[in-house]
């Protein structure tokens, strides 16, 4: 666990609580209940199908919940509407990172700094964001279409960052990427987790979840079936089975 973690581990930042969702008349999540500690790196783990993005989509505010609660350090956000999740210090890195491919590099990041608040400190916020990916210095002007999708990925957490958020929500980052740049992708969430982000990481590579996470929930068909640290969780011969192919 990270020294952020370990000294805030008892000050929760975000409760999900009771949570349901549903596409048209088709359930998606039911009862679920998480949450996230200020300080940690969180992953929600599961198969394609389990409700994974519906949920970090719901936590994000772009997805509208039926039923249950969100609260976020002490206050209800729930129905609050969905460009004020960002306000609020909720930032997320969506699935297949959504990027304005004909606009450049730099163009993108300071996209992710337009809030007031945010947008004071751009200058700052860049220059963090460089440090954490040096690879896209030199990349600045180009347009992010032309990236590799390792590099756009960069991108797409460093412009989350630009928000300034007190939470980053993780969606499916390793996607399409290759093992070695998914090795440095997550290297640099943990070094952002370790200067005291709080991180919700959801991901479908089980092993890599487990590996940088301090605690971890699993996700199967809408439920939590599962909660715990990740060497307690890795242990349970039911979890090896289904997800580790044990």
């Not at 790196?41 to 394609?48: A, Q």
Request: net charge negative.
């Amino acid at each position: 666990m990270s020294a952020a973690a370990s000294t805030l581990a008892a000050e929760v930042l975000l409760e999900v609580r009771d949570l349901e969702l549903a596409y048209g008349t088709a359930p998606a999540l039911w009862g679920v209940s998480i949450e996230v500690r200020a300080g940690e790196l969180l992953s929600i783990v599961g198969p394609n199908g389990a409700g994974k993005t519906t949920l970090i989509n719901a936590i994000a505010g772009i997805q509208p919940v039926r039923a249950g609660r969100l609260v976020f350090d002490g206050g209800d956000i729930t129905r609050l509407p969905p460009h004020r999740f960002c306000g609020a210090g909720i930032a997320i890195v969506p699935e297949g990172r959504r990027l304005f491919t004909a606009m450049t590099v730099r163009e993108n990041l300071e996209l992710g700094s337009y809030l007031p608040e945010a947008k004071a400190h751009r200058r700052e916020s860049l220059a963090t964001a460089l440090a954490l990916f040096p690879a896209l210095e030199a990349r600045l002007a180009s347009p992010a279409g032309e990236l590799s999708g390792g590099q756009q990925q960069m991108v797409a957490i460093a412009r989350a960052l630009m928000a300034r958020p007190r939470l980053l929500l993780l969606d499916e980052p390793s996607l399409g990427l290759a093992p070695l740049v998914v090795r440095d992708v997550l290297a640099a969430v943990q070094r952002v987790n370790d200067d005291g982000m709080t991180v919700l990481l959801v991901e479908q590579n089980v092993a890599m979840a487990m590996a940088v996470a301090d605690r971890a929930y699993v996700l199967e068909e809408g439920r939590i079936v599962g909660e715990g640290e990740p060497q307690e969780l890795l242990a349970r011969p039911e979890i090896q089975r289904a997800y580790l192919g044990l």
